[in-house]
């Protein structure tokens, strides 16, 4: 993990996002986790380091590993954001999970 749960948990708070969970364990039986999490929104982030470098998420045997987990998530009815370490706590990322959220909210409303 490239980034502080502490700070991006303070900057969320300040752009009025409710609290995430950091490594959250999703899989009854898989060790796979979410960088960031809203299990009662079903609201993953999944922060991508090392693209550009050959890093585990531009290699193929990773990216294959990184498909069967969300393709998991996905089937379990989860929304998946990406990102990249130095833009977790940027108005961009917020903006889409506020998106995420109120879209999340709207479906519940509607009894989906």
């Given at each position: 993990m490239k980034y502080n749960p502490d700070i991006v948990r303070a900057y969320f708070k300040t752009v009025k996002l409710s609290a995430?969970?950091?490594e959250y364990k999703f899989h009854a039986t898989r060790k796979w986790?979410?960088?960031i999490a809203w299990p009662d929104n079903r609201l993953a982030v999944e922060v991508q380091g090392g693209i550009f470098v050959q890093g585990r998420h531009s290699r193929g045997a990773a990216m294959l590993k990184e498909w069967e987990k969300l393709n998991t998530l996905?089937?379990?009815g989860w929304r998946v954001l990406f990102c990249q370490p130095t833009d977790v706590c940027t108005d961009e990322v917020v903006g889409f999970i506020k998106l995420a959220m109120q879209h999340h909210i709207r479906e519940v409303d509607r009894g989906k």
């Open positions: 995430p969970v950091f986790r979410i960088d996905a089937g379990m």
